[in-house]
């Protein structure tokens, strides 16, 4: 299944490579404040975007990270092993990975849903998230961040720190993903520094065995379903 993803990401990026700046085992650099007109595509190669550059259209890798500069404007990002990391003050659409991190410093802009499958989510002070975000196995950290969708996981802890504000719900969905040793390891969700979730924690799944902490004001406006919940 791995091999055949892989494989269709690759032809994928092969038929758009007329739109696009395609690279096969070479990475692709914009400079600072260059301004593309079209997307950038990578197989076995990294991407870079130079601080106050703008890309138009699409980022993506198979086999490769992608760093976007300060001050810059891209368009969606999405990675097939390999992490992508998007420096302060910076406007981007949708970010998707299968097999890596997402790292956002502060003040960034993503106008669509944020999700990995395998890896962690950080995000800084003053970052916007418009729609969801979300990860399969994964960590989610935020500071200061104010998500308008939900955040989701299924074996991903999750810290909300520094008036953070969730304005959807977060959702656990374990229903019917049992592991094989039929038991399911800790995930805590913390609410910490005054942080908010205006929606629901809603648990999924029986024996989720999943903790709330509510902690220096962090607070759930709705209900907190199937779960442990601390107050520290």
């Not at 399911?184 to 979730?197: C, H, M, P, W, Y």
Request: hydrophobic fraction near 35%; glycine fraction near 12%.
């Amino acid at each position: 299944m791995k091999h055949s993803i892989l494989a269709f990401t690759t032809l994928l990026i092969l038929a758009c490579g007329a739109s696009s700046d395609t690279g096969i085992n070479k990475s692709l650099f914009v400079a600072d404040g260059e301004h593309k007109s079209n997307g950038l595509r990578s197989v076995n190669g990294s991407i870079s975007v130079g601080n106050e550059a703008t890309v138009d259209g699409n980022c993506s890798t198979v086999n490769g990270e992608i760093t976007i500069g300060e001050n810059a404007e891209v368009g969606e990002l999405s990675c097939v092993n390999g992490a992508i990391k998007v420096d302060r003050n910076t406007r981007t659409q949708e970010i998707s990975c299968v097999n890596g991190s997402i790292d956002l410093n502060s003040e960034v802009k993503a106008d669509g849903d944020v999700s990995t499958v395998n890896g962690a989510i950080r995000s800084r002070r003053e970052t916007m998230i418009a729609g969801d975000m979300s990860t399969v196995n994964g960590d989610m950290s935020t500071l200061q961040s104010l998500i308008v969708g939900d955040i989701s996981t299924v074996n991903g802890d999750i810290s909300l720190y520094d008036k953070t504000t969730v304005k959807g719900n977060i959702v656990i969905d374990r229903d019917g993903k049992r592991p094989k040793d039929k038991t399911f390891k800790l995930l805590t969700v913390r609410i910490d520094g005054a942080s908010k979730v205006n929606g629901d924690i809603n648990v999924k799944g029986d024996d989720a065995n999943v903790t709330v902490i509510l902690a220096g004001g962090g607070e759930v406006l709705g209900e907190i379903i199937n779960a442990k919940v601390i107050r520290e």
